[in-house]
């Protein structure tokens, strides 16, 4: 303590009227660029297509970095060694990150999210194990609301590291629909009455155009795929009205959809007796 205050007064001792004008000068001179460096990088980002809340995050860092040198110049002029000075900044800044390292990842995930764009408010994507609506995407976390109604907050760093696959980028969705059929159904007939079924579905697009094909032959049946398409945010809805009027259609044109059954048979161990007779 001793040696702090001795060293505080060598350095009061050494102020001058002159040097804390100087001081003040160059504190001065040195907010005025900081302000004008903004609004021409306020200016220039306009220009860009980066998102809004980018664009403030990149405005926020340029005047922090501009007040560590402004506080470095300043003290230089104070007569205060730069060395020690920018010691106690980068050993400060390292516990400061140490201790928000989570959240500084999260940061870097949402501005890899802003500039890249993989995904965009509204579209209906499936990351990190969760598929649902895209509402908001924040510096830190990115909120999405699924089909049954749940509100979902997600790490952006949870995001970025992970698979994205976004459902509303092509602007269609495919609908695959498998079918057992008998094997006493004909193949011509078993695909007419699926694409009637695909027909009467008016959320179904017409190009391209709905397809059947057998696609395997199992046990008891032969199976039938339908490969049709309808616009993202009616796949769901789409689908449900096409396995109802699958079954419309085959029942239709009498069309058997097999089902597995088990044929049970107790036996007693003796034979049965003739006809007509009953056993003592």
């Known amino acids: 303590m001793n040696v702090d205050l001795s060293s505080l007064s060598k350095l009061l001792g050494h102020l001058t009227l002159e040097s804390v004008l100087s001081s003040l000068l160059t504190l001065l001179v040195c907010l005025i660029v900081i302000k004008i460096l903004s609004r021409l990088l306020q200016r220039i980002l306009r220009r860009t297509q980066l998102d809004e809340r980018l664009q403030k995050f990149l405005l926020s860092g340029l005047r922090i970095l501009g007040y560590i040198v402004t506080v470095i110049i300043v003290a230089q002029s104070l007569g205060i060694p730069s060395t020690s000075l ?16 989570g959240l500084l990842s999260n940061v870097a995930g949402g501005m890899m999210l802003l500039t890249s764009r993989p995904i965009s408010l509204g579209d209906y994507v499936e990351v990190a194990g969760v598929t649902g609506y895209v509402d908001e995407i924040g510096m830190v976390y990115t909120k999405l609301h699924t089909d049954d109604g749940q509100v979902i907050m997600l790490p952006n760093s949870s995001i970025s590291g992970e698979r994205i696959t976004n459902y509303s980028t092509l602007g269609r969705r495919r609908i695959v629909l498998s079918i057992g059929v008998s094997y006493d159904a004909a193949v011509p007939e078993v695909r007419t009455a699926l694409l009637e079924a695909a027909a009467s579905i008016e959320t179904l697009l017409d190009d391209p155009a709905p397809v059947v094909y057998v696609t395997a032959y199992q046990e008891s049946c032969i199976e039938y795929t339908i490969y049709c398409w309808c616009v993202w945010d009616v796949f769901l809805s789409t689908k449900l009205k096409l396995n109802e009027a699958v079954k419309r259609a085959l029942d239709q044109h009498h069309i058997e959809i097999p089902y597995n059954y088990l044929n049970v048979r107790i036996l007693d161990g003796s034979a049965a007796p003739p006809d007509g007779q009953t056993r003592a």
């Open 86 to 101: 920018v010691a106690l900044l980068s050993v400060a800044s390292l516990a400061v990150s140490l201790a928000v390292q």
